[in-house]
Every structure is written in structure tokens, then in C-alpha cells.
T-cell receptor, first 113, second 112 residues
Framework: GENVEQHPSTLSVQEGDSAVIKCTYS??????FPWYKQELGKGPQLIID?????GEKKDQRIAVTLNKTAKHFSLHITETQPEDSAVYFC????????????FGKGITLSVRP | DSGVTQTPKHLITATGQRVTLRCSPR?????VYWYQQSLDQGLQFLIQ???????AKGNILERFSAQQFPDLHSELNLSSLELGDSALYFC???????????FGPGTRLTVT
């Protein structure tokens, strides 16, 4: 089955700096890659996603890039703000009858004011 | 707010007991997924229902079962509870069998 690795496990940046979170996946059949933000006491919130027919997608301060050859994808957050502090999860999905998401372990992002 | 609701928010119970967690998907979504989140295992897929039918099973214990009702809400039943079952349980819904999944706020289960 699919295996998703997420690095690093924690990341601390200064407010205003950029943050990059990387994930790798194992199954080349995966074709959908969402990113979730989870704040304390809340459920994961879908913030951006990318499909395998696209190399990059942007939404305001966040972007996701996908390298199918290397089987990795990254979340880029620019001009970080304290409210970006949260746990971020990447996930991968293989098309087919079982459409479960396989999640990475999560990274705790801290934005220092 | 994702539009997915879960009740109860918190549940404290004793070992050996049985509990039921409830999920209402976003309006119009036919797929419901259940995930378990624990500190050491992260988010783990348990089971998926689509329009009332079970579609996929993940790492779900035999002590756990689920169903999806005609109004599309779903219930996750956990029985013979053990201390290790303490976790956050999330449901997610999707408008299709692939793609975006929207998560509810979760139920925090504590087994004492």
C-alpha cells in the first residue's frame, strides 16, 4: 500500500519568512495530494490540493508543487503569520474503489512573532 | 466550518464498554470516511461508506463497526473498549469517491 513520509517533524520560522514542508510517497499510482492544516482542538482543514496532471498550484500565500518522477510534493507558505502556526498533514490517494487518504505523520509549524 | 458535524465532542467511558459516535456529512455528500488519530499512529483510515454501502476497510478492529443510514449520516460503534482505543475519531465526507475530503471537528474518546 501507499506510504507517505513527511519531513521535518517540526519547523520554526520567523514571522514574514517562508516555510517549506516536504512529503514523499511510495506508490506511483497515487494521483491526488491534499494538504491539511490542523489547529489545536479542531479537525483537519483542507487548505490546498494538487492532482498528478499538474506540477504546481497556488492560492494566495500558499502553493503546492509536485514532482512525479521523484515522488515528492511540497507545501510552500510565504509571508508567514502567527496564525499559520498549526500541524500540517500531507496525504496521498490512489484512484480506485478504496479512496482512502494515506497521511504523513504531520509537522508542527511554529511562526515566531 | 467544513459542514461536517460530529457528536459527541467528548466521550469518557470505562474499559469494556460500548459507545456510538455519530457523523453527519456535508449536504449532498454521499461518501463518509472514518479516521482514528492517535499520537503515535497519526491519522489512520478505518472505513468508508458510499451511499449506504461499505466501500473500503482500513485498519479497523473487529470490535469496531460502522453503518451509513438512508439520510446519509453515519455511526461508528466501538465495543469492548480498551485503554488503547483512546484517541480522536474523525469523520470526513466527500461528494465523490475520489478527491476532496472534508473533516468534521472530531470526537475525543477517553477510555479509563
Amino acid at each position: 500500500g501507499e506510504n507517505v513520509e513527511q519531513h521535518p517533524s517540526t519547523l520554526s520560522v520567523q514571522e514574514g519568512d517562508s516555510a517549506v514542508i516536504k512529503c514523499t510517497y511510495s506508490d506511483s499510482a497515487s494521483n491526488y495530494f491534499p494538504w491539511y492544516k490542523q489547529e489545536l482542538g479542531k479537525g483537519p482543514q483542507l487548505i490546498i490540493d494538487i492532482r498528478s496532471n499538474v506540477g504546481e498550484k497556488k492560492d494566495q500565500r500558499i502553493a503546492v508543487t509536485l514532482n512525479k518522477t521523484a515522488k515528492h510534493f511540497s507545501l510552500h507558505i510565504t509571508e508567514t503569520q502567527p496564525e499559520d502556526s498549526a500541524v500540517y498533514f500531507c496525504a496521498a490517494q490512489i484512484p480506485g474503489a478504496n479512496s482512502k487518504l494515506t497521511f504523513g505523520k504531520g509537522i508542527t509549524l511554529s511562526v515566531r512573532p | 466550518d467544513s459542514g461536517v458535524t460530529q457528536t459527541p465532542k467528548h466521550l469518557i467511558t470505562a474499559t469494556g464498554q460500548r459507545v456510538t459516535l455519530r457523523c453527519s456529512p456535508r449536504s449532498g455528500d454521499l461518501s463518509v470516511y472514518w479516521y482514528q488519530q492517535s499520537l503515535d499512529q497519526g491519522l489512520q483510515f478505518l472505513i468508508q461508506y458510499y451511499n449506504g454501502e461499505e466501500r473500503a476497510k482500513g485498519n479497523i478492529l473487529e470490535r469496531f463497526s460502522a453503518q451509513q443510514f438512508p439520510d446519509l449520516h453515519s455511526e461508528l460503534n466501538l465495543s469492548s473498549l480498551e485503554l488503547g482505543d483512546s484517541a480522536l475519531y474523525f469523520c470526513a465526507s466527500s461528494g465523490s469517491q475520489q478527491g476532496e475530503q472534508y473533516f468534521g471537528p472530531g470526537t475525543r474518546l477517553t477510555v479509563t
